[in-house]
């Protein structure tokens, strides 16, 4: 029997044992990657002959068979920013107040309990929670702002995470330097602290973003509906939105078969907006870091 | 109040104590109000923090309140242990154990394949992959994560489901089997991230000195680092299975929509969440279907909730242990 | 010559706990205006809790408790009605590490003034420019003001960090170790630095380094275990020390 001194060119039994699980490590790894590009190469194949300038920015026609999918590009920015405009500052604010003010007792343990529970809470509860109490009890029907609240509750524990983290990267010293200098407790987190973690703090918002975008069952019930003949004009208009245009394409339509080519256009189009955020999450990550760097 | 500009050195004449700085030296000790300003700023972001808690005690209030009023028209113990979901059928029957039942198995079938993947992708990524690669394989996890569920609905639909068909001579490839496929890809990221972060808190000198007893790398990953990080690797886990129960569109679209109790591996199934989002569009508001919607709603959160609190304490352990 | 000097600060009885931890015993001790007192002692003997006592940095961390006095102009500023935040205007503060923030070189030296409500930019702008001479950076920052203050080596930091706290003008400056972290040729700017703000400020700095406690204070302490053994004009504590503990620790037994 001979050893070998490399790490990984272990021989005799034990070698073999371990070349075998090694290569299930990596088989794992290499499924889940190359599902990932199964689904984008998938769509884009299918999906690109479906793209064009009118497609964009047309609004369907003949029942949906036909024309474009502006108004549910445009009902879809609609919801995510109105999302973010509600889960953006209540996010940030209870990040500030967790890692600046208030880091133990019993009132800040209750607030983060219930973080943990509204992350885990199913987004279909979202949507059942939406229609009641937006919809229903506010009165609002359904309607853009109906459904950009429901995503916008539904953003706010993954925002209040990431700022948290980006506020916790900031080093304890330049919140010394700053009191030490005479500025209050909130001209330092105003003026020092929340800027020193803005990269975290955008990066993990626009990530909220995409994922607000990409939802569906939030506002199945409180936003989204088939088709609306005009782009909204106020926020209290039903909007169209790509995640649901899709499902509603692809199952409950009349002329499945024939919509497939809309269908496939529809996802591509959505992968490419929530991609397309995820890429602008690293670009403002890298700008912003380097800016203040030499 | 204003600063006030004055030079040192020329303000203060020759032996005179500090303490004439200006008129009256103490009041810029204690009246510059800053106490004021700084009380306002931490109660206001207080009541913002507080809305976290009221919007989770509201979700309940609302299912609650929508959802009990079933229990007037059909018992408890019928609701949950009836066989029969036939809610616009004269009269209907509101059973929902089918929906459980097909929420349960999905989620279980689907954790057999997310969680030795998504453990085993974690341990690669972790322990044996190189750092340049691992920078290159952790976005992907990530991007995965971030693929709208709908596009793997419909992925699954229009791609997954004909292959099974064909694959398996079934009748129809819009079943269990195939919607645990696709709900596997959508725990796998939760899974993967939570259990690669367990393991990348465990010391180095553990690994160390199981390789200097004349380990391999393999011995002291299974004998020493994933055990060092096993509860870490359980609410990974745990978190992933929460995730998989809740999801909706993936289940909706991929997994055929049957109310029964599946059989077999190929059968169609109804999971709590696909009945909710395809069936609440129809349910006359506040009646007897729409009140047993929420209902379905409230078990489904019962469940989720019933996952958290296992992570959570999972964890704690895992944070002493750290 | 000594009784014609003014006490501008000083601690009875001051005592520090760390939840159970007494980190302070009963200090006395008067700081001479326009001054260097330099506070020697080992490694936790208590010296950079009592700096960051005299402008109340220890209510940052949770768990301190203060007990006795701090009298600053008359007034003992451990009292809840003190305003810290005017309190640390006045009485400035250089931290161990250069901590300069991420942000340009003039906007580091601003930002107290700045947060003090300055608003007036020409006044601002002559205020940056004194406290960079002031802090001996001028020359070698004066071209690039608007690039990044993180850019600059080392000792420029510590520099600009002196510059950033003599900008809000205060009457006290509290240096904790301000050249511990620096090279010796940097380390020989900031000591004639302080030889030179002395004329203008108090100075109290915290030091592990005897060599450089002798060449730039008046009056040095010494402290061990949490107490003040022995605090006397430098030349005398360092030939003459009374205490057996000062006179191994000056002479290298311990610490």
């Given at each position: 029997m001979t050893f070998s001194l490399s790490k990984n060119r272990l021989s005799g039994k034990r070698g073999t044992v371990q070349s075998i699980w090694f290569a299930l490590f990596r088989g794992a790894a290499a499924i889940n990657v190359l599902a990932l590009f199964a689904v984008i190469l998938f769509m884009v194949i299918q999906g690109a002959s479906?793209?064009?300038?009118?497609?964009?920015?047309?609004?369907?026609?003949?029942?949906?068979?036909?024309?474009?999918?502006l108004p549910c590009i445009i009902g879809t920015i609609c919801l995510a920013l109105g999302a973010l405009a509600f889960a953006f500052p209540v996010g940030v604010a209870t990040a500030i107040y967790l890692n600046e003010y208030a880091t133990q007792g019993k009132r800040v343990a209750m607030i983060r309990f219930a973080i943990t529970n509204l992350a885990g809470v199913p987004s279909v509860v979202f949507g059942l929670f939406g229609l009641a109490f937006f919809c229903t009890v506010l009165k609002l029907?359904?309607?853009?702002?109906?459904?950009?609240?429901?995503?916008?509750?539904?953003?706010?524990?993954?925002?209040?995470?990431?700022?948290?983290?980006?506020?916790?990267?900031?080093?304890?010293?330049?919140?010394?330097?700053?009191?030490?200098?005479g500025a209050s407790k909130w001209q330092t987190i105003f003026r020092v602290v929340v800027p020193s973690a803005l990269p975290g703090i955008l990066t993990g918002s626009i990530l909220a973003l995409g994922r607000a975008a990409g939802e569906t069952a939030p506002i199945m019930f409180t936003?989204?509906?088939?088709?609306?003949?005009?782009?909204?004009?106020?926020?209290?208009?039903?909007?169209?939105?790509?995640?649901?245009?899709?499902?509603?394409?692809?199952?409950?339509?009349?002329?499945?078969?024939?919509?497939?080519?809309?269908?496939?256009?529809?996802a591509l189009v959505l992968i490419a907006l929530v991609l397309g955020m995820n890429l602008c999450a690293i670009i403002v990550r890298s700008r912003l870091r380097n800016r203040n760097r030499i | 109040m204003t600063y006030r500009e004055h030079t040192k050195g020329e303000m203060i004449p020759e032996g005179s104590s500090r303490g004439d700085r200006g008129a009256a030296p103490t009041d810029t000790l204690t009246g510059r109000g800053t106490a004021?300003?700084?009380?306002?700023?931490?109660?206001?972001?207080?009541?913002?923090?507080?809305?976290?808690?009221?919007?989770?005690?509201?979700?309940?209030?609302f299912l609650l309140m929508e959802g009990l009023p079933t229990f007037s028209f059909v018992s408890v113990k019928a609701f949950i242990l009836g066989h029969l979901w036939y809610p616009t059928d004269e009269p209907p029957d509101f059973g929902i154990l089918a929906l459980i039942m097909g929420s349960i198995s999905v989620t279980?079938?689907?954790?057999?394949?997310?969680?030795?993947?998504?453990?085993?992708?974690?341990?690669?990524?972790?322990?044996?992959?190189?750092?340049?690669?691992?920078?290159?394989?952790?976005p992907a996890i990530e991007l995965l994560a971030s693929l709208p569920s709908v596009v793997i609905g419909f992925f699954g639909m229009v791609?997954?489901?004909?292959?099974?068909?064909?694959?398996?001579?079934?009748?129809?490839?819009?079943?269990?089997?195939?919607?645990?496929?696709?709900?596997?890809?959508?725990?796998?990221?939760?899974?993967?991230?939570?259990?690669?972060?367990?393991?990348?808190?465990?010391?180095?000198?553990?690994?160390?000195?199981?390789?200097?007893?004349?380990?391999?790398?393999?011995?002291?990953?299974?004998?020493?680092?994933?055990?060092?990080?096993?509860?870490?690797?359980?609410?990974?886990?745990?978190?992933?299975?929460s995730r998989a129960i809740g999801e909706t569109m993936v289940v909706l679209m991929v997994a055929g929509g049957a109310a029964i109790i599946p059989g077999s591996l190929f059968d169609p199934i109804r999971p709590m969440p696909a009945s909710i989002a395809s069936e609440m569009g129809e349910a006359p508001f506040r009646g007897d279907h729409y009140h047993a919607l929420f209902a379905t709603g409230i078990t489904l959160f019962l469940f989720t909730i019933l996952f958290n609190i296992l992570a959570m304490s999972a964890s704690r352990r895992f944070r002493l242990k750290g | 010559m000594t009784n014609e000097i003014e006490t501008i600060i000083h601690t009875q009885d001051l005592s520090l706990f760390y939840g159970d931890f007494q980190a302070l015993h009963d200090i006395s001790l008067p700081f001479a205006q326009r001054q260097v007192t330099a506070l020697i002692g080992p490694s936790g003997c208590g010296k950079s809790s009592f700096l960051r006592s005299l402008n109340r940095m220890n209510d940052l961390t949770s768990g301190t408790r203060s007990e006795g006095a701090v009298i600053f102009e008359?007034?003992?500023?451990?009292?809840?009605?003190?305003?810290?935040?005017?309190?640390?205007?006045?009485?400035?503060?250089?931290?161990?590490?250069?901590?300069?923030?991420?942000?340009?070189?003039?906007d580091n030296v601003a930002y107290g003034l700045v947060v003090n409500g300055i608003?007036?930019?020409?006044?601002?702008?002559?205020?940056?420019?004194?406290?960079?001479?002031?802090?001996?950076?001028?020359?070698?920052v004066k071209d690039r003001l608007h690039k990044p203050a993180l850019g600059l080596s080392g000792g420029q930091q510590q520099r600009l960090c002196i510059a950033r706290a003599l900008a809000v003008e205060p009457e006290i400056l509290l240096m904790d170790e301000p050249a511990s972290a620096l090279d010796p040729i940097a380390t020989q700017k900031i000591e004639e630095l302080i030889l030179e703000l002395k004329e203008r400020y108090t100075i109290i700095i915290v030091t592990h380094n005897m060599q450089q406690a002798a060449r730039v204070s008046n009056t040095t302490a010494f402290f061990y275990m949490g107490r003040l053994v022995e605090v006397g004009s430098t030349n005398a504590l360092f030939t003459k020390p009374v205490k057996k503990e000062t006179e191994d620790y000056i002479t290298g037994r311990f610490g």
């Amino acid at each position: 029997m001979t050893f070998s001194l490399s790490k990984n060119r272990l021989s005799g039994k034990r070698g073999t044992v371990q070349s075998i699980w090694f290569a299930l490590f990596r088989g794992a790894a290499a499924i889940n990657v190359l599902a990932l590009f199964a689904v984008i190469l998938f769509m884009v194949i299918q999906g690109a002959s479906a793209i064009n300038w009118a497609f964009l920015t047309e609004m369907p026609k003949n029942s949906m068979t036909e024309g474009g999918i502006l108004p549910c590009i445009i009902g879809t920015i609609c919801l995510a920013l109105g999302a973010l405009a509600f889960a953006f500052p209540v996010g940030v604010a209870t990040a500030i107040y967790l890692n600046e003010y208030a880091t133990q007792g019993k009132r800040v343990a209750m607030i983060r309990f219930a973080i943990t529970n509204l992350a885990g809470v199913p987004s279909v509860v979202f949507g059942l929670f939406g229609l009641a109490f937006f919809c229903t009890v506010l009165k609002l029907g359904v309607s853009l702002l109906s459904g950009a609240l429901t995503l916008g509750i539904m953003s706010l524990p993954v925002i209040i995470g990431a700022s948290e983290e980006a506020l916790k990267t900031v080093p304890n010293t330049y919140r010394e330097a700053s009191l030490g200098l005479g500025a209050s407790k909130w001209q330092t987190i105003f003026r020092v602290v929340v800027p020193s973690a803005l990269p975290g703090i955008l990066t993990g918002s626009i990530l909220a973003l995409g994922r607000a975008a990409g939802e569906t069952a939030p506002i199945m019930f409180t936003g989204a509906v088939f088709f609306t003949p005009d782009l909204p004009t106020s926020v209290f208009d039903e909007v169209m939105a790509l995640p649901y245009h899709i499902y509603v394409l692809a199952t409950a339509g009349t002329h499945i078969g024939e919509t497939r080519p809309l269908q496939y256009g529809t996802a591509l189009v959505l992968i490419a907006l929530v991609l397309g955020m995820n890429l602008c999450a690293i670009i403002v990550r890298s700008r912003l870091r380097n800016r203040n760097r030499i | 109040m204003t600063y006030r500009e004055h030079t040192k050195g020329e303000m203060i004449p020759e032996g005179s104590s500090r303490g004439d700085r200006g008129a009256a030296p103490t009041d810029t000790l204690t009246g510059r109000g800053t106490a004021l300003g700084e009380w306002v700023a931490e109660s206001s972001l207080l009541i913002i923090s507080l809305i976290s808690i009221v919007v989770l005690g509201l979700i309940l209030l609302f299912l609650l309140m929508e959802g009990l009023p079933t229990f007037s028209f059909v018992s408890v113990k019928a609701f949950i242990l009836g066989h029969l979901w036939y809610p616009t059928d004269e009269p209907p029957d509101f059973g929902i154990l089918a929906l459980i039942m097909g929420s349960i198995s999905v989620t279980l079938i689907s954790s057999l394949i997310a969680v030795p993947s998504g453990v085993m992708t974690a341990i690669y990524l972790s322990e044996i992959a190189p750092p340049k690669m691992a920078e290159i394989l952790k976005p992907a996890i990530e991007l995965l994560a971030s693929l709208p569920s709908v596009v793997i609905g419909f992925f699954g639909m229009v791609a997954v489901a004909p292959l099974m068909q064909r694959i398996f001579d079934i009748p129809t490839g819009l079943n269990l089997f195939t919607a645990s496929i696709m709900l596997a890809f959508m725990s796998i990221p939760t899974i993967c991230t939570i259990s690669e972060d367990a393991l990348r808190s465990v010391p180095v000198t553990y690994r160390e000195a199981s390789m200097a007893l004349g380990a391999t790398p393999f011995e002291t990953i299974s004998k020493v680092t994933v055990p060092a990080a096993l509860s870490g690797i359980t609410t990974a886990i745990i978190l992933g299975m929460s995730r998989a129960i809740g999801e909706t569109m993936v289940v909706l679209m991929v997994a055929g929509g049957a109310a029964i109790i599946p059989g077999s591996l190929f059968d169609p199934i109804r999971p709590m969440p696909a009945s909710i989002a395809s069936e609440m569009g129809e349910a006359p508001f506040r009646g007897d279907h729409y009140h047993a919607l929420f209902a379905t709603g409230i078990t489904l959160f019962l469940f989720t909730i019933l996952f958290n609190i296992l992570a959570m304490s999972a964890s704690r352990r895992f944070r002493l242990k750290g | 010559m000594t009784n014609e000097i003014e006490t501008i600060i000083h601690t009875q009885d001051l005592s520090l706990f760390y939840g159970d931890f007494q980190a302070l015993h009963d200090i006395s001790l008067p700081f001479a205006q326009r001054q260097v007192t330099a506070l020697i002692g080992p490694s936790g003997c208590g010296k950079s809790s009592f700096l960051r006592s005299l402008n109340r940095m220890n209510d940052l961390t949770s768990g301190t408790r203060s007990e006795g006095a701090v009298i600053f102009e008359g007034t003992n500023i451990l009292e809840k009605k003190i305003d810290v935040v005017s309190l640390r205007r006045r009485i400035g503060m250089v931290f161990q590490k250069p901590n300069p923030f991420p942000k340009s070189i003039y906007d580091n030296v601003a930002y107290g003034l700045v947060v003090n409500g300055i608003k007036n930019r020409s006044i601002v702008a002559a205020r940056v420019e004194k406290s960079l001479k002031q802090a001996a950076l001028w020359e070698e920052v004066k071209d690039r003001l608007h690039k990044p203050a993180l850019g600059l080596s080392g000792g420029q930091q510590q520099r600009l960090c002196i510059a950033r706290a003599l900008a809000v003008e205060p009457e006290i400056l509290l240096m904790d170790e301000p050249a511990s972290a620096l090279d010796p040729i940097a380390t020989q700017k900031i000591e004639e630095l302080i030889l030179e703000l002395k004329e203008r400020y108090t100075i109290i700095i915290v030091t592990h380094n005897m060599q450089q406690a002798a060449r730039v204070s008046n009056t040095t302490a010494f402290f061990y275990m949490g107490r003040l053994v022995e605090v006397g004009s430098t030349n005398a504590l360092f030939t003459k020390p009374v205490k057996k503990e000062t006179e191994d620790y000056i002479t290298g037994r311990f610490g």
